[in-house]
Every structure is written in C-alpha cells, then in structure tokens.
C-alpha cells in the first residue's frame, strides 16, 4: 500500500519553489481541482488523464485528484494568464489546475524537445508507475498502445504503410478502412470534435474513454488473479487415447475467474511442460462446467464421444427414456438436454458459457466430477469396453442393451452391434450405474 512519506504540499499555498520541490521529488500535491489540455484531446491526453485518477500512485501524488475536473483550456487563455512554459505550469498549479500537453510545461512534449515521450508516458515516470512487475502486467499494454499510436497516429493505413514501408493494396486498405471505422482512437476523436465546447457533453465523453481504460485494467487485474490461483489449483488425469499411439493430460480446475481458460493455455506454454494437454476441464462453484479440446491434438469429432456418454447420463439421472442410436446419429440431442451444448465446430462442451450465463449447473446435483472425468476417459479411449464384454466386443459380437455401454451411442459399438435399439428392461440409471459412470440413485 502506498504511504505518504511527507506532509502534503497544498498547492494553492506553496510558493513556485516549494512546488517545483515537491512535483520532482514524489513529495503528494494536494488540491488539484482541475486537469487541462488543448482542445479536442486524444487518447493520449485522455489516457494521462486517467492515471492520474484512478491509479492508486496518481491518487498517492495528487491526493483529491480523483474528483478533479478534467476540461479544455485553450493556448490563448494561458498566454493571457501568463501560464506558459515550466514557470507556469507551477503558477497553473498554484491555480489548482495541472496542466496535460499543453502551455510547455514538464507534461508536454510539444514544445519540449530534450525528451521526445507522450503526455502518457511522462505521467507514468512521474508517477514510476511501473515499478512492480504487477503494475506491468495491468497497466503496461495500454502504455505501449497509447506510446505506439502517439509516435505513429491513429489512422491504421498511414500506420501499416509507415511500419511496412511499401504502398499497400486496394484490398488492404479496404479492410483497414472498416477496422478504422470501430478503432477506439479514431471515435474518441470524432467525439472530442462533435462535442466542441460543450461541457456537458465533455464529462460524458470523458467517462466513455475512462471506461474504455477501465475495462483492460479490469480484465488484467483478473489475469493476475486467474494465475495465482491456477498455481494452487490443477489436477492433471492422464487419458489414454490408443488412435494417437501417445499420452495427454485431461487438466482438472476448479475456479470462477472467467478468463482462467485463457491463463491456463498460456501457463501450460509457458511452463514448457513435456506432457501435452488434450482436454481442459473447468468448473465453477454453481456447478456449471466447461470441457475445451486442445484443437492441436483432438479433433471437435471425437469429443462428440464424451457429450453423449454426459447426455444419456443426464437423461439416466432423471429416469427419461435414453436417446437411441438413430437420434444420436442425426445430431438431436442438443435440445433432448439442453443444459449441456455441444459446439460441432469446435468440439466444446458446456454446462453454461458467457452467453448462456442462466443455465442451471449440473455438478454437485444430477453429475460429479467424476462422472465428467469418466466420460471423458472412455470417450476417448476408442478400444474401451466394460471389463464384462470386452472380449466379445473386440471378436464383434455386440451384447446389445444387456451392455451398460449400449446406450451411449459410441462410434465403437456402431462397429460392433449386431441388434439396433435392442432394450433389457433395465432402465437407465441401472445402465450408467454398471458402466460405472453414474456414482448416484437415479
């Protein structure tokens, strides 16, 4: 936590000297009550804006900054306050205002060549924003985007042609045209044109770019916190996957992060693991669940295998009639347990998703863990057959329904029935039950 290590400096009172001693020596400036810039800011001018309001180091440094206005100031009222170059920049402060790339001052690169950095990156020295490795990870993708595109500009053509150096292709620039169109950059600026001197309209746009910002920091902030607990939290299942004639890891993990999938991806990477991950396997508290192929080793098709050893499972619990093979052939199985989806395209299976947020978890009510972790094993593993009827299976001689396997439909057994849509009498939990994959009373 960041502690004053000096008295605050109210810069409504303190002599240009005493300002001038504070602002280089980290010594907190209290009552700042405005932010200026120019007319029609940038991202750049917007994005200094915010770290000096919403970064605990700005708020450490400015104490009340927070609640300051930020507004345009234009060069012809400072030259009339007599607030230009670094002389007035403090005079401006003793006016409760600090001034952002404008009127010469330390914070402005225009007219202060000796070093050439954006109003952005000036505030983060100032500030030494990026002391910890983890004010690197929230704050520094921003500050090389806003550093990038204040070097460069933001219009993405001039750009691409400047870094490639060669004239690009009509095809190109049409698709640069319609990215440009979304870029936050260019509409930010639209908006600071449209607005013109409205003030209203001003603090609304303001609170559009602070969001903007808000929104990375926030989801980096969740990065940090995905990966601390991914560090205390996995589970690693080995699968047997005979076809692949090799062995993969089936990661277990339990979290409410939402972009743990992504850490967990970039983790197994990074760790530089010599076991290849084939499936991973998340779960949230409300029983929701997630299983995500890697699409390097298996393909959407064979995890069509686990989806429906976990419906007729499903279907097996609530003592309803199981799919037959011809329903599970022609895809209709979807909207026969609606709680579990299948992505044909990506071989995804889930209980829930961020477009699907209210759909009811089954973990810890009608599936467990283990449930899921079995029904990925043995839809997997290709050569599987329940200990019972293996050696029939493999000489292809299918024991139809009296097989606690029968039910799910697999592609092995279509190779091996003799009787389609054969049925003992059991019902279906008593099948799941024997298979070993429903550990409950249906």
């Known amino acids: 936590m960041l502690q004053n290590q000096s008295p605050v400096i109210d810069c409504r009172r303190a002599t240009i000297d005493e300002l001038k001693k504070a ?36 708020k450490h440094r400015f104490p009340g900054i927070e609640n300051a206005l930020f507004g345009p100031i234009s060069r012809y009222e400072l030259c009339k306050r007599n607030l230009l170059g670094e002389d007035g920049f403090f005079m401006a402060m ?46 520094g993708d921003l500050i090389q985007y806003v550093n990038y595109e204040d070097n460069n500009g933001d219009n993405l053509i001039q750009c691409l042609s400047r870094t490639q150096n060669r004239r690009l292709s009509p095809q190109e620039c049409t698709v640069l045209r319609m990215l440009q169109t979304g870029s936050f950059a260019q509409n930010l600026k639209k908006g600071a044109e449209a607005v013109g001197n409205d003030v209203r309209e001003q603090s609304e746009l303001l609170k559009e770019a602070y969001r903007f910002y808000k929104n990375h920091v926030e989801q980096a902030k969740l990065f940090i916190k995905a990966e601390k607990a991914y560090d205390k939290n996995e589970n690693m299942i080995e699968l047997v996957i005979p076809n692949k004639q090799e062995k993969f890891i089936l990661l ?21 693991r010599e076991k290849k991950l084939g499936v991973l396997f998340l779960h949230k508290s409300n029983g929701q669940f997630v299983l995500m192929p890697n699409s390097q080793h298996i393909r959407p098709d064979e995890m069509r295998e686990i989806a429906k050893i976990l419906w007729q499972a499903v279907l097996g619990v609530r003592s309803q009639k199981p ?94 029935r003799r009787v389609k849509n054969e049925r003992n009498g059991a019902t279906m939990g008593t099948v799941l039950k024997r298979a070993g994959l429903l550990n409950k009373q249906s």
């Open 23 to 58: 602002y280089y020596n980290g010594t907190p400036i209290g009552g700042i009550t405005h932010i200026g810039t120019h007319y029609g800011p940038h991202n750049d001018e917007y994005f200094a804006g915010y770290l000096f309001q919403n970064t605990p180091e700005g």
């Open 323 to 416: 799919l037959c093979f011809s329903e599970l052939e022609k895809n209709q199985f979807n909207d026969s347990v609606p709680e579990i989806y299948f992505d044909e395209n990506t071989g995804i299976i889930s209980n829930g998703s961020k477009v699907d947020p209210d759909v009811p978890g089954l973990i810890g009510k009608e599936l467990t863990i283990n449930d899921v972790i079995k029904a990925v094993r043995v839809g997997l593993d290709t050569e599987y057959f329940p200990t019972r009827f293996a050696t029939n299976c493999n000489l292809g001689k299918c024991a139809g329904a009296e097989c606690p396997m029968y039910n799910f439909g697999l592609n092995r057994c279509h190779e091996v």
């Open 94 to 139: 003793q006016q409760a205002s600090i001034l952002l790339l404008t009127g010469n001052g330390p914070l402005d690169e225009h007219d202060n060549r000796k070093e050439k950095k954006s109003c952005a990156q000036r505030v983060v020295d100032l500030l030494d924003l990026l002391r910890t490795s983890e004010n690197r990870k929230i704050y």
């Open 252 to 272: 277990e993990i339990k979290s409410d992060i939402p972009v743990m999938n992504k850490v967990v991806h970039n983790k197994w990477r990074d760790n530089n």
